[in-house]
């Protein structure tokens, strides 16, 4: 459930129509709701109740401030990958005992930056990175707590490129390797085991995979602890799918996914961390165009609008489907036509739609793509130097800009010249 909805024929989102705020910001632009954000957050909150847990979002989905300020209000922890997300979860007021820093190639610099500023737990992903976790933190005088993110080999059946949990993938050690690596850890000066990581992939949407990769963590508790290890933590990553046709897809509810963890691993009296990206912002943002032209090609008509690859590029790098909808409502029985809707970058694969199905548009019309609120702004470029599109909040009747669309002087100055030129 979402709070873009139509109301007298417009598109909302909240309490405020879409197309004020295009005319006010422009378009593209990217649209968020707080509403929205907010139930997503709670419904895993509620999803563990009655288990001690902490949901880390993983920012990595959608990491603007404000958003970020809004679920760190309703007391989110984050998930981060970078020195630059740690940095943003801090900024956003985060205390450090909420943040677990994932990745397979944390630096020592960030490694220091995270000790420094406090952290709930690095989920260390391979024996070299624990050797220089270990010299950082030594070196500093402090200990880090480490989860080992273990693979688990569990087909995640999602897409290829976001499928992290076979062992042909780059993510975490070989769950079989698992009691020689914590032996190692818990040798190394400076680290303090706390728990295990796991995170088999995203856009999840049968939980058969993760019944299987929990099982296997389960076992790997038993076997952990027989070695001496004090297990008391498990971090069981993010990846939980959301639906992106409306009304054709009904992937599994948090709740359903908080009664399988608590079936498989309610008894090991481990306090729970997961860390859900897509599910929390991915309805709540909607990416809003304008129609630029509609170009009528040999055999097919071409929707050309003013978003491209670089502001949305989920299409083009997943295939991903994402709904498209005016922001008029169209009429009952109002006529239908088939358009590739495209944008202005000069590769063919600047296309998000083929032969969509859309009520008839015309140049000026302006549509939104649903589903856009998770790996949309983040992943924007500004390639063809079109500006990284702007974001706004909604809540309520009112809505703010969270960030500014740059001007092409802004663009052209972080750029600076040689002395010879
Ligand atoms: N934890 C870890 C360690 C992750 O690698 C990820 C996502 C998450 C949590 C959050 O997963 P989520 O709940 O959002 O599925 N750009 C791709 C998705 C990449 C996901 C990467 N890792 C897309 O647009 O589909």
């Known amino acids: 459930m979402d709070h873009f909805l139509y109301r007298d024929g417009q598109l909302y989102a909240e309490d405020v129509p879409v197309a004020e ?64 997300e740690y940095a943003r979860a801090k900024a956003a007021g985060v205390p450090g005992d909420r943040i677990v820093f994932s990745g397979v190639g944390k630096t020592r610099e960030e490694m220091r930056a995270a000790l420094e500023g ?22 500093m005088g402090v200990i880090a707590p480490i989860a080992v993110r273990v693979n688990p080999d569990v087909d995640a059946k999602t897409h290829a490129k976001i499928a992290t949990g076979k062992s042909e993938n780059k993510f975490g050690v070989p769950i079989s390797r698992a009691s020689e690596v914590y032996a190692t850890a818990a040798a190394l000066p400076g680290l303090e085991v706390v728990g295990i990581d796991v995170h088999i992939g995203s856009q999840l949407t049968d939980l058969e995979p993760y019944r299987l990769a929990f099982t296997k963590v389960g076992e790997l508790v038993d076997r952990l602890r027989a070695d001496g290890h004090d297990i008391r933590r498990l971090d069981l990553g993010g990846g939980l799918g959301i639906p992106y046709t409306r009304g054709n897809e009904a992937p599994p509810l948090p709740v359903e996914y908080g009664n399988l963890i608590k079936e498989v ?40 609008l003013d ?115």
């Open 21 to 84: 705020i295009a005319a006010k910001v422009g378009t593209p632009v990217y649209i968020y709701s707080t509403a929205t954000l907010t139930r997503h957050f709670r419904l895993f909150d509620e999803a563990l109740d009655g288990m001690p847990h902490v949901v880390c979002y993983a920012m990595k989905a959608a990491s603007n401030q404000a958003i970020l300020k809004t679920l760190a209000q309703l007391g989110a922890g984050m998930d981060v990958v970078s020195g630059g």
């Open 118 to 139: 406090g952290i709930r737990q690095f989920n260390v992903e391979s024996e070299p990175e624990m050797q220089a976790l270990s010299e950082v933190a030594s070196e």
């Open 265 to 304: 691993l309610g008894d090991k009296g481990c306090e729970i961390e997961i860390e859900p990206g897509r599910l929390v912002a991915g309805n709540a943002g909607i990416l809003v165009s304008e129609v630029i032209y509609l170009k009528q090609g040999e055999g097919r008509d071409f929707l050309i």
């Open 307 to 421: 978003a491209a690859m670089n502001d949305l590029i989920r299409p083009a790098m997943y295939e991903a489907h994402h709904d498209i909808v005016p922001v008029v409502e169209p009429e009952a029985g109002a006529e239908q036509a088939a358009y590739d809707v495209v944008g202005p970058v000069c590769e063919s694969g600047d296309t998000f739609a083929k032969q969509r199905s859309l009520t008839t548009l015309a140049a000026g019309d302006l549509v939104a793509f649903r589903s856009a609120g998770a790996y949309g702004a983040v992943m924007a470029s500004e390639y063809n130097t079109r500006p990284l599109v702007p974001e706004v909040l909604v809540k309520d009747d009112h809505f703010a800009v969270i960030r500014e669309r740059p001007s092409f002087e802004e663009i052209i100055n972080r750029d600076t010249l040689p002395e010879w030129l």
